[in-house]
């Protein structure tokens, strides 16, 4: 039989339902912890109690004498893996996932040892019985600005630029601002927890897990375990969430040393209080601004400097002062990132690592320097509009960030806005209005893909993409149909499968630029074929791409999605109470593939800004080197209550550097959001709030020095 494209067709841009919706609302679609295997175990982890000190001994005589327990694995037992070497993004494996090779304690929360079981509740009765002795040293979790042994890092790009004589432009400026910002710890959770079953089958280890890029996590755990890249493959066709945490983790190591043990298929499922612990987190970051202007609102001097806490056994930097480097331009400009080691667990990224933290500093001084100048902030910002990026130097792909606030402001109706702050009231309410901008790396990461055009007439893309709920797989199967020229329903798109070849990760917004990319090629390459006429054989013809050479081009301009957020709040002058009226963010991200969920990724991360601006805070206890409260009872996240008429739309801004024009929407959303939000808790209060989360305590407390 012969196959060929039919006419052509137009499925990006065109709002699509996902194509696995049906199997996840019905409950077929099969997660991590779903997969149904014959002679399961169940492993239980057991973390340190302890913040810092050495393990002294395990006792596990007792808990290997309970009911149903197989093995109980620690670092007197455990097989010894390789934890040198370097992984993903040239960044090493974070040594809280090569979990039982010594006995040091290095955080509360370290995991000590898996309890092995043939039922859950076996496992966990057993985990919680088990007694460990510890050596106890004292700790330190104490984070501020001015810790004398904070340092720089040299990762997610420099850690400190410069230019100019900051001083001097400083003393120069006509409005100068000189403050400090914090945000708080933040974490993850998303909806489906971390989970992992591991088993060997005919000499292969295949494990079942949640993650962000199955081809990642199969790498490092060949490397970890020394195996034959050959022999492993990690399956992660559904995953409900992950925002940046769910690379390789202790569970998954835990995992597949028992089943390498005990023979027969075991999986570890994380709590949600474990995940506070073991699933990483933002961390706490300190930031300062220093802005100087000239008297007609140009910017002179910019300094930003941002410092994060990270664990003693893990370097990891927040980039909170990446922002500046891309949005704004001074004469002298000069930014930092620093990081301080405690005895705390290690962070990770999280939606829109830096970005998200930055810019709410930065976007929060730029409204307060606007304020000293006599500016509105739309336009003190038009008029600090770089031309070339502020540190590479390198032009713009595109950067409609301006277009982006002209639009924004037509529909927000910021023009009717009295800048002066405090005046209006409803009843108990105090109402305000602030705006920030938005920006987001857009880049894409090499990929692999193959694509087989089948006997019966349809096609098939297999790619080691993730969809961790942003709609990725749909997203690529238009992509797939407009590249062959056919109907989306001819085409089946196959994810999550570490043998499907190496393939970008689902994060940095890169996962559908990267991925689609691949498939362009691929589809490029099958229709060739197709085109001469032959025969498909019942095995159907497969091509195969790498887009490894390709993106090279991508290096040599900026390449950013942009955003306009705006937000209106209400504030109880007598509880300190702040409500979200209504937002509006205006993006430019590229071409829209699928606008159904490109609306829903935006939307849910300005409902994440939210949370971020008024909810989210995780408080550590001195004591015990702990979390409070660490479930979803006592971390408040925003409820439906809490989010109110959102809008997200967007302007036309195809990037012409790849076939798809793409530039990724996942992280932008979130950006800024937090920063229009406490802007306009300044203009309906007249106190600036420089310290997230805004909770009513500090309203009023500002209220009382206003």
């Known amino acids: 039989m012969t196959t060929a494209p039919t006419a052509r067709t137009h499925s990006v841009g065109t709002a699509t339902t996902r194509v696995e919706g049906r199997a996840k609302v019905t409950g077929t679609a099969r997660y991590a912890a779903d997969v149904p295997f014959t002679e399961l ?48 993004l040239g960044v090493p494996p974070d040594p809280s996932a090569v979990v039982f090779q010594h006995d040091r304690v290095p955080h509360r929360g370290w995991p000590v040892a898996l309890v092995v079981a043939e039922t859950p509740e076996q496992a966990r009765e057993a985990a919680d019985a088990l007694v460990v002795h510890y050596e106890q040293e004292p700790h330190d979790i104490e984070f501020s600005g001015d810790r004398p042994d904070a340092y720089d890092l040299g990762a997610h790009g420099p850690a400190v630029t410069g230019k100019g004589d900051l001083e001097a432009e400083l003393a120069a400026s006509a409005h100068v601002l000189d403050a400090e910002y914090t945000t708080p710890e933040e974490h993850h959770n998303p909806m489906e927890p971390h989970a992992a079953m591991a088993r060997w089958d005919n000499g292969r280890l295949e ?35 992950g925002f940046g945490s769910k690379g390789v983790r202790a569970h998954q190591v835990a995992a597949v ?38 008297a007609t609102g140009r910017l002179r001097a910019l300094e930003h400097q941002s410092l994060n806490l990270t664990s003693t056994v893990h370097e990891y930097v927040e980039p909170g002062a990446a922002a500046a480097r891309v949005m704004y331009d001074a004469t002298a400009h000069h930014t930092a990132n620093q990081v301080v080691r405690l005895d705390v667990p290690t962070p990770t990224w999280m939606r829109a690592p830096g970005e998200a933290p930055g810019s709410f500093a930065l976007e929060a001084a730029l ?37 982006c606030f002209h639009e924004g402001a037509r529909r927000f109706g910021w023009a009717d806005r009295d800048p002066r702050p405090g005046l209006r009231r409803e009843g108990r309410w105090l109402l305000g209005t602030g705006t920030a901008a938005a920006s987001f790396p857009s880049g894409a990461g090499p990929s692999t893909a193959s694509l087989t055009a089948e006997a019966d007439g349809s096609f098939t893309v297999r790619i080691a993409a993730a969809d961790i709920g942003t709609g990725a797989r749909t997203a690529l199967t238009l992509v797939a149909a407009d590249a062959l020229e056919v109907a989306p329903d001819r085409v089946r798109v196959r994810i999550g499968d570490s043998d499907f070849g190496p393939a970008m990760i689902a ?17 490029g ?51 300190g109470e702040v409500r979200v009226r209504r937002m509006l963010g205006i ?75 793409i530039k990724g929407i996942g992280e932008v959303g979130i950006v800024g959001a937090a920063a229009a939000i406490a802007n306009a808790v300044w203009h309906a209060t007249g106190a600036r709030h420089r310290a997230l989360p805004i909770r009513p305590d500090r309203v009023l407390m500002a209220g009382q020095h206003a």
């Open 367 to 403: 409204d307060e320097l606007a304020e000293k100048c006599g500016l509105d902030p739309i336009e003190f910002r038009v008029r600090n509009e770089p031309e070339a990026g502020p540190v590479s130097g390198l032009p713009f792909a595109s950067r409609r960030l301006l277009d």
């Open 257 to 294: 040393m028992a089943t390498t043990l005990l023979q027969r298929p075991v999986r570890v499922v994380m709590t949600r209080r474990q995940m506070f612990s073991l699933a990483g987190y933002r961390p706490p970051t300190v930031q300062r601004l220093r802005l100087g202007a000239d």
């Open 207 to 241: 494990v079942f897990d949640s993650n962000q890029g199955s081809s990642w996590v199969a790498g490092d755990l060949t490397q970890l375990f020394s195996l034959d890249p050959a022999s492993v493959r990690v399956r992660s066709e559904h995953v409900g969430g």
């Open 41 to 88: 175990a169940h492993g239980w982890l057991v973390l340190s109690t302890v913040a810092r000190g050495r393990i002294r001994s395990v006792e596990d005589g007792p808990v290997l004498a309970m009911p149903g327990v197989l093995a109980a694995l620690h670092h007197g037992n455990a097989p010894r893996v390789n934890g040198d070497f370097i992984g993903l």
């Open 587 to 661: 993006f430019a991200a590229g071409r829209i593939v699928n606008p159904l969920t490109a609306r829903g990724q935006l939307l849910g991360g300005m409902a994440w800004g939210i949370s971020m601006a008024l909810h989210e805070e995780a408080v550590r206890d001195r004591a015990s080197g702990g979390n409070y409260g660490a479930d979803l009872a006592s971390y408040h996240v925003a409820a439906h209550a809490d989010v109110p008429r959102l809008e997200a739309d967007w302007i036309d801004d195809p990037d012409d550097a790849d076939p798809v024009g």
């Open 507 to 523: 994060g940095g917004s890169t996962g559908t630029r990267s991925w689609s990319w691949a498939i362009m090629i691929a589809a």
């Open 525 to 575: 390459e099958l229709r060739e074929k197709l085109a001469l006429g032959i025969d498909i054989p019942p095995e159907g013809i497969t091509v195969r791409s790498d887009t490894s050479a390709a993106i090279g081009a991508l290096a040599q301009t900026e390449r950013h999605s942009f955003g306009a957020q705006f937000a209106e709040v209400a504030v109880d002058t007598a509880t």
